[in-house]
T-cell receptor, first 115, second 114 residues
Framework: ETGVTQTPRHLVMGMTNKKSLKCEQHLGHNAMYWYKQSAKKPLELMFVYSLEERVENNSVPSRFSPECPNSSHLFLHLHTLQPEDSALYLC??????????????FGPGTRLTVL | AQKITQTQPGMFVQEKEAVTLDCTYDTSDQSYGLFWYKQPSSGEMIFLIYQGSYDEQNATEGRYSLNFQKARKSANLVISASQLGDSAMYFC???????????FGAGTTVTVRA
């Protein structure tokens, strides 16, 4: 299944680095999401984009900056991260962001380690 | 407040046997959707099955079925004829009406033994 792809799959960065995570969906969906999955914690929704417009931002620190240039691409720009930001970052897409029946399809994730 | 509860952190099941994964949820809405996802060690979250709150019949998808008991607010996943490839983490999730948020449970790790 290659409906949602994420690059890179693994990333190690220092606290002063700037890096970006990329997500691309090939499903023709209009909504895209960023989730954070830390060890021993449920998945946390970070951002939601619908038709390239941010519709939800769940109190995420400003060191995480999302960008959605079009409905197929979603980026997460990272700068001055902390070691506690080390986690698996998952991207997802769904047909819309409004309908309860819409299934979210996930990418393989980027495993981020902050040193 | 936590809305999805998965009480089984880990389970072992013999190959070819069935296994039931528990999920209870909390919502005051009448309209909602329930999802199950599988996450192998590779990390990808794979959609398995969906149950709508107004669906009268339990959802089924191949070897996966959902035992939906609305009054008890439970949505247990049943995996029949377990295979070694079923070894993974399984997450129950709920989506409330007209919302963007999919709330996940803590997950259950399933290990299938040969």
């Amino acid at each position: 299944e290659t409906g949602v792809t994420q690059t890179p799959r693994h990333l190690v960065m220092g606290m002063t680095n700037k890096k970006s995570l990329k997500c691309e969906q090939h499903l023709g969906h209009n909504a895209m999401y960023w989730y954070k999955q830390s060890a021993k914690k449920p998945l946390e929704l970070m951002f939601v984009y619908s038709l390239e417009e941010r519709v939800e931002n769940n109190s995420v620190p400003s060191r995480f900056s999302p960008e959605c240039p079009n409905s197929s691409h979603l980026f997460l720009h990272l700068h001055t991260l902390q070691p506690e930001d080390s986690a698996l970052y998952l991207c997802a897409s769904s047909p819309t962001s409004l309908v309860r029946t819409d299934t979210q399809y996930f990418g393989p994730g980027t495993r981020l380690t902050v040193l | 407040a936590q809305k999805i509860t998965q009480t089984q952190p880990g389970m072992f099941v013999q190959e070819k046997e069935a296994v039931t994964l528990d999920c209870t949820y909390d919502t005051s809405d009448q309209s909602y959707g329930l999802f199950w996802y599988k996450q192998p060690s590779s990390g990808e979250m794979i959609f398995l099955i969906y149950q709508g709150s107004y669906d009268e019949q339990n959802a089924t998808e191949g070897r996966y079925s959902l035992n939906f008991q609305k009054a008890r607010k439970s949505a247990n996943l049943v995996i029949s004829a377990s295979q070694l490839g079923d070894s993974a983490m399984y997450f129950c999730a709920m989506r409330e009406p007209w919302g963007n948020k999919l709330s996940f449970g803590a997950g259950t790790t399933v290990t299938v033994r040969a």
